[in-house]
């Protein structure tokens, strides 16, 4: 895991595009449910939204280590270490571990090597607690935060590989994000990452990207905190470029690492049988709606993160865009370790999405924080400030949310729905966080009984939200049946296409982009 990773900095990433991007599946609409360090890495550990696990912030009272610490053994390393498996942590944890308790080993970790706050956010001269004991590295090169992470992490797996239980091992680096100490060209109104000195100036002359909405001209359609700020002036400017640039070079050192601990992971042997998760806790501004750096808000330069799965059963070189999100990173593991939770999860395992293309599911994401809370679907995004203000975008005319459609009288209905399906989100727990539209595949039988077909049986897409199907693609096995874009969207197949028992599925479009599929088993009389 980085830390403020925003998805555009990937491309600098050459051994993660090629050791993990090109031999794994990459979720290219993934999403930060609450896009700030503390509620996005508990998200990540709980497998539940903020509004149930209830950390909402950095620093108490909201959030921080201390408000989770007394139900922390009631998370995923716990879970893991139940099913069998060695935990390890190393590097950044949640924040203000360290502070109450610096030899504090939270729960659930048979090992541990947490960087205790606040000397997390130095690249040189920061305290890890090693198993209880507290250990200061210094200002040497050789200390250099990330190196250290890295060449930890291969220690842990040429030890940990050889022995027969296996071990779940969490990295968690701290670059990109910004970190002392300061260097000699950071600009001065700017906080920026110390990239390592081999990787220093590696971008010196690149420019900082210029999406349409970088100092947004016009943002009379945003809320008061957008439309209260001031054009970026061209010094600021330049100072979110040189930040920029040295997070695009703080990330150099993170590829390395990476292609280390693959490399140690191929020699011990345990590659092929191993899933490798890489993704961020919340993206990053540059400047995006005069937003010179951060995250938190809504838009999509804070929101969206990067996800890569690698693993065994994960196809190579595959791109996925079902709407997935951090809340779903703890199902995908236990998932891969047949562990068990002992929270009620909302999220659910991503492995059926990257091992089968046609696997969809229609249900909405969720953003949330205590100032907003917002509906992500596959067009839309429609948000609700605690301040009243509302904005809708539609991101398949407007993909960079320059002009919100909140007031325009057109949107009326389409805000009513969004709403309404917000409302659910906003309280949801479990299975209904995953509930996505109401859809059902119905058959109905021609000379045989329900679940035997004779002669024919006709396929059906039925439910409340029928009404708001687009098209239907039908399919046998892998073959494509039909498609079918008009009411009341219907397939009929023989029993002379029937195996002994058939996987029959539907994918429905709906109207506004959501994607659902639908399974069912058949088999010839």
Same mark, same amino acid.
């Given at each position: 895991?980085?830390?403020?990773?925003?998805?555009?900095?990937?491309?600098?990433?050459?051994?993660?595009?090629?050791?993990?991007?090109?031999?794994?599946?990459?979720?290219? $609409?993934?999403?930060?449910?609450?896009?700030?360090?503390?509620?996005?890495?508990?998200?990540?550990?709980?497998?539940? *939204?903020?509004?149930?696990?209830?950390?909402?912030?950095?620093?108490?009272?909201?959030?921080? *280590?201390?408000?989770?610490?007394?139900?922390?053994?009631?998370?995923?390393?716990?879970?893991?270490?139940?099913?069998? *498996?060695?935990?390890?942590?190393?590097?950044?944890?949640?924040?203000?571990?360290?502070?109450?308790?610096?030899?504090? /080993?939270?729960?659930?970790?048979?090992?541990?090597?947490?960087?205790?706050?606040? =000397?997390?956010?130095?690249?040189? $001269?920061?305290?890890?607690?090693?198993?209880?004991?507290?250990?200061?590295? &210094?200002?040497?090169?050789?200390?250099?935060?990330?190196?250290?992470?890295?060449?930890?992490?291969?220690?842990?797996?040429?030890?940990?590989?050889? @022995?027969?239980?296996?071990?779940?091992?969490?990295?968690?680096?701290?670059?990109?994000?910004?970190?002392?100490?300061? !260097?000699? !060209?950071?600009?001065?109104?700017?906080?920026?990452? =110390?990239?390592?000195?081999?990787?220093?100036?590696?971008?010196?002359?690149?420019?900082?990207?210029?999406?349409?909405?970088?100092?947004?001209?016009?943002?009379?359609?945003?809320?008061?905190?957008?439309?209260?700020?001031?054009?970026?002036?061209?010094?600021?400017?330049?100072?979110?470029?040189?930040?920029?640039?040295?997070?695009?070079?703080?990330?150099?050192?993170?590829?390395?690492?990476?292609?280390?601990?693959?490399?140690?992971?191929?020699?011990? &042997?345990?590659?092929?049988?191993?899933?490798?998760?890489? %993704? =961020?806790?919340?993206?990053?501004?540059?400047?995006?709606?005069?937003?010179?750096?951060?995250?938190?808000?809504?838009?999509?330069?804070?929101?969206?993160?990067?996800?890569?799965? #690698?693993?065994?059963? /994960?196809?190579?070189? /595959?791109?996925?865009?079902?709407?997935?999100? $951090?809340?779903?990173?703890?199902?995908?593991?236990?998932?891969?370790?047949?562990?068990?939770?002992? #929270?009620?999860?909302?999220?659910?395992?991503?492995?059926?999405?990257?091992?089968?293309?046609?696997?969809?599911?229609?249900?909405?994401?969720?953003?949330?924080?205590?100032?907003?809370?917002?509906?992500? %679907?596959?067009?839309?995004?429609?948000?609700?400030?605690?301040?009243?203000?509302?904005?809708?975008?539609?991101? @398949?005319?407007?993909?960079?949310?320059?002009?919100?459609?909140?007031?325009?009288?057109?949107?009326?209905?389409?805000?009513?729905?969004?709403?309404?399906?917000?409302?659910?989100?906003?309280?949801?727990?479990?299975?209904?966080?995953?509930?996505?539209?109401?859809?059902?595949? @119905?058959?109905?039988?021609?000379?045989?009984?329900?679940?035997?077909?004779?002669?024919?049986?006709?396929?059906?897409?039925?439910?409340?939200?029928?009404?708001?199907?687009?098209?239907?693609?039908?399919?046998?096995?892998?073959?494509?049946?039909?498609?079918?874009?008009?009411?009341? *969207?219907?397939?009929?197949?023989?029993?002379?296409?029937?195996?002994?028992?058939?996987?029959?599925?539907?994918?429905?479009?709906?109207? !506004?982009?959501?994607?659902? =599929?639908?399974?069912?088993?058949?088999?010839?009389?």
């Amino acid at each position: 895991m980085t830390d403020d990773q925003a998805v555009e900095s990937m491309r600098v990433m050459t051994n993660v595009n090629a050791l993990l991007a090109a031999r794994g599946t990459t979720f290219v $609409n993934n999403f930060a449910s609450f896009p700030l360090c503390c509620p996005s890495r508990t998200t990540y550990i709980t497998g539940q *939204y903020g509004h149930n696990h209830t950390i909402m912030g950095n620093a108490p009272p909201a959030g921080g *280590y201390e408000k989770l610490a007394p139900t922390h053994g009631n998370s995923l390393p716990a879970w893991l270490r139940q099913a069998g *498996y060695h935990t390890v942590h190393l590097g950044k944890y949640l924040n203000g571990y360290g502070q109450a308790r610096p030899t504090e /080993v939270p729960a659930g970790w048979n090992e541990w090597y947490g960087s205790t706050d606040p =000397s997390t956010y130095r690249f040189y $001269n920061y305290t890890l607690n090693e198993n209880g004991r507290l250990a200061t590295y &210094g200002t040497g090169a050789a200390n250099y935060q990330t190196d250290v992470y890295g060449r930890k992490a291969v220690e842990l797996i040429r030890r940990l590989a050889p @022995a027969t239980q296996p071990f779940f091992l969490s990295v968690a680096f701290l670059a990109p994000h910004s970190g002392g100490p300061r !260097d000699a !060209d950071d600009p001065g109104n700017q906080a920026t990452p =110390s990239p390592a000195p081999r990787h220093r100036n590696r971008f010196a002359s690149e420019p900082l990207p210029a999406p349409p909405s970088l100092n947004e001209a016009d943002v009379s359609d945003k809320p008061a905190g957008i439309r209260n700020r001031p054009l970026i002036r061209p010094a600021r400017l330049n100072g979110i470029r040189e930040n920029y640039q040295q997070r695009l070079e703080s990330l150099l050192a993170v590829d390395e690492a990476i292609r280390d601990i693959m490399a140690a992971l191929e020699a011990s &042997g345990e590659l092929s049988r191993t899933l490798i998760v890489f %993704t =961020s806790d919340n993206g990053f501004f540059h400047g995006e709606h005069r937003v010179p750096d951060g995250k938190v808000l809504v838009y999509e330069p804070s929101v969206r993160v990067p996800l890569i799965l #690698r693993g065994p059963g /994960v196809p190579a070189g /595959v791109v996925r865009p079902n709407l997935v999100a $951090n809340v779903d990173l703890a199902a995908t593991i236990l998932d891969v370790a047949n562990a068990r939770p002992g #929270r009620r999860l909302d999220g659910r395992t991503l492995l059926p999405f990257a091992r089968d293309g046609l696997v969809r599911s229609s249900r909405d994401i969720l953003l949330e924080t205590p100032t907003y809370s917002a509906i992500r %679907t596959p067009r839309y995004v429609f948000v609700q400030h605690s301040s009243g203000d509302q904005e809708l975008y539609d991101l @398949a005319r407007d993909p960079h949310q320059l002009q919100s459609l909140h007031a325009d009288p057109a949107s009326a209905r389409l805000k009513a729905d969004l709403g309404s399906r917000l409302a659910r989100l906003r309280a949801c727990a479990c299975d209904s966080c995953r509930r996505g539209a109401d859809l059902r595949l @119905a058959a109905r039988y021609r000379r045989g009984r329900a679940g035997c077909v004779r002669s024919t049986v006709r396929l059906r897409i039925a439910g409340s939200a029928a009404a708001r199907v687009f098209f239907v693609s039908f399919y046998r096995g892998r073959t494509r049946l039909r498609r079918d874009s008009r009411a009341p *969207y219907t397939a009929a197949i023989s029993s002379r296409r029937l195996r002994t028992r058939t996987l029959v599925r539907a994918v429905v479009t709906l109207r !506004d982009r959501r994607s659902q =599929s639908l399974d069912r088993a058949l088999r010839a009389c």
